[in-house]
């Protein structure tokens, strides 16, 4: 991932999420991608494209395999991918007389888009566990204290009594309803890459869609029954629900920064932020971060729009736009969805 804040000494601690944030490391995109490497051959073996001596040659060689990862770095300034140079050093490891056997009839973006895929299964398996987390959590709260009288204001102006119950019952719905889309959206999003050149899978000839089917039950992916290379609609559908459900997660921290105010003292706010200047402040910083981290999804996600348009069956331009902007995106969503939980345990109403 490219440096970002949530990746900085400092700000990461604030803003980031490590669990998220592990996904993203070269060491998980590498292994990720020889995976790939490991079941295409496996796959291939199984269709008769290559050998059974030449997977297995594969296979023992990965194993064993320890990039070299200067090299893939110098090699990607000029190559823009690190796929030829990963490439390269694998398949002097296997040696000959399987060498040629090594990523026949893949292409670079297959093994990057399908290591991202493999990439994002944990993780959006975590987002749906802490997406549970939450909703346990305001489920509890309406439990424990829905009947608690409070002030509605719209336009943050007082308007009518309502209860606790009610807010909370507000905040509750929305993150409820984004996990049902994370469902449906996992099954297009979690799928394995296999095009070849140019998205046709010339080289494998008749075999190429049993090919692609193989790999994908070896990998744990879907099969999409086609390539989609140039089509990056999927992977923006899924930025999109980060960035709704940032938004609604910051929703929920601005209610709580504005119920923290003096003056308003809606909530007791445990554990809230200190000042070097003024030894009573208790500022609400998980609050203010949860509304940062939407503003910071909703402006990433306008640029996720952009890497859909390639020219025709691929682009350099585009795809790199993703890879800086899709990891980052993820990480602010594992952070909100972690500091919201820590935000509700600190919440309690200010009973008069």
């Avoid at 140039?230 to 930025?239: P, Q």
Wanted: aromatic share 4%; charged share 15%; glycine share 8%.
């Amino acid at each position: 991932m490219s440096y970002t804040p949530f990746n900085a000494p400092l700000l990461s601690v604030l803003l980031g999420d490590g669990e998220t944030t592990s996904a993203f490391s070269i060491k998980a995109d590498l292994d990720a991608m020889l995976g790939f490497e490991a079941a295409l051959a496996e796959a291939q073996a199984s269709c008769g494209i290559i050998s059974g001596e030449a997977a297995n040659a594969i296979n023992a060689a990965i194993t064993a395999f320890e990039p070299d990862i200067r090299a893939i770095g110098m090699a990607t300034a000029r190559d823009g991918v690190a796929v030829p140079e990963l490439v390269r050093q694998l398949r002097i490891a296997v040696g000959a007389p399987h060498d040629g056997s090594v990523h026949f009839g893949a292409t670079s973006q297959d093994a990057i888009d399908t290591s991202l895929a493999l990439r994002l299964v944990p993780v959006l398996n975590l987002f749906l566990s802490r997406l549970n987390l939450i909703d346990s959590a305001l489920a509890q709260m309406i439990e424990s204290h829905g009947k608690t009288p409070l002030m509605a204001r719209t336009r943050m102006q007082t308007a009518i009594p309502i209860t606790w119950g009610d807010r909370l019952s507000a905040w509750r719905a929305p993150p409820a309803n984004h996990a049902h889309d994370l469902h449906v959206l996992k099954q297009r999003v979690l799928a394995v890459q296999l095009g070849g050149a140019a998205g046709t899978l010339d080289m494998l000839g008749e075999n190429g869609p049993a090919v692609r089917a193989a790999l994908a039950a070896r990998l744990g992916l879907a099969d999409p029954g086609r390539c989609w290379h140039a089509d990056r609609s999927g992977l923006v559908a899924l930025t999109d629900w980060m960035a709704r459900l940032t938004g609604s997660l910051g929703k929920i921290g601005m209610d709580v920064a504005l119920m923290a105010q003096n003056g308003i003292d809606d909530l007791v706010l445990e554990g809230g932020g200190t000042s070097s200047a003024m030894a009573h402040k208790n500022n609400p910083v998980a609050a203010e971060t949860l509304v940062t981290l939407a503003r910071f999804n909703a402006t990433l996600s306008a640029g996720m729009q952009q890497s859909m348009v390639h020219e025709q069956e691929r682009s350099g331009a585009a795809w790199t736009l993703e890879w800086m902007l899709l990891p980052q995106m993820t990480v602010a969503t594992g952070a909100a969805l972690r500091k919201t939980s820590e935000l509700l345990a600190a919440v309690t109403p200010q009973l008069s």
